[in-house]
């Protein structure tokens, strides 16, 4: 008999992972500098960890750190 080699559901539908937008890569910077890991933040955003990698390598969302610098440096008023 040939057992399973994941815990895969047949017919099972696979997790939606949320595509990040320029408001989200900032909020990317601003959580990895408060201390988060990769796929805390990640996890925080609903999406996976290899999306927010490849924003903090800047291979995605260029400009991002910048604006989240310009987040910190001036916060709106509430």
Not at 33 to 57: C, E, F, Q, Y
Request: glycine residues 6%; positive net charge; aromatic residues 4%.
């Amino acid at each position: 008999m040939i057992e399973p080699t994941t815990n895969s559901i047949p017919g099972a539908v696979p997790p939606q992972y949320r595509v990040l937008s320029a408001a989200d890569a900032a909020m990317v910077w601003v959580l990895k500098w408060s201390g988060d890991a990769d796929h805390v933040i990640a996890n925080k955003l609903g999406t996976m960890p290899s999306r927010v990698t490849s924003i903090l390598t800047e291979q995605t969302h260029v400009g991002s750190k910048d604006k989240a610098t310009k987040m910190i440096a001036s916060p709106e008023k509430v």
